[in-house]
């Protein structure tokens, strides 16, 4: 007689990320997400992601100049993607255009009116040390009717 293994939870197409204070360990980090809120705040400031570079050479970069010169003491925040899904660029891209999409960051320029996705169908919930109290995202559940939503 033989019996099948059932597992409590089945593996998620849904993105976790896991919010953590940087470090000198997670800014070396690729595929995966940062973010800017104020000091002693809970409101989030910028989005990013990096992709083939380290987040920390994407602090440091060029064209995050403009933000230093925001005058606001900030604290970063990384997280990666756990999914069973395979984390790819363009997954990591997706999760940071919902976000910045859903969450209107002040000094996030692009995709803010618009959302453009690949994975059209995504599902991403924060946790850790995200500033906010929503912690689903999703363009399927309560997408703004507001703001104008775009696919390819």
Not at 15 to 28: D, P
Not at 79 to 84: E, K, R, Y
Not at 119 to 147: A, M, T
Request: charge should be positive; charged fraction near 30%.
């Amino acid at each position: 007689m033989s019996r099948e293994l059932k597992t409590l939870r089945p593996p998620t197409e849904e993105v976790n990320l896991f919010w953590e204070v940087a470090n000198v360990l997670n800014l070396r980090s690729t595929l995966a997400l940062y973010l800017l809120t104020k000091r002693g705040g809970r409101k989030i400031m910028y989005i990013g992601k990096a992709g083939s570079q380290t987040i920390r050479s994407r602090l440091l970069c060029a064209s995050k100049e403009r933000l230093s010169k925001k005058r606001v003491e900030c604290r970063v925040l990384v997280a990666g993607l756990q999914t069973s899904r395979r984390v790819t660029k363009k997954l990591v891209d997706d999760v940071e255009r919902l976000l910045i999409f859903l969450v209107q960051p002040e000094w996030n320029r692009v995709g803010k009116r618009s959302c453009r996705l690949h994975h059209q169908e995504l599902i991403v919930n924060c946790d850790g040390k995200w500033p906010l109290r929503q912690s689903r995202y999703s363009c399927l559940d309560e997408f703004p009717l507001e703001l104008h939503y775009r696919s390819e």
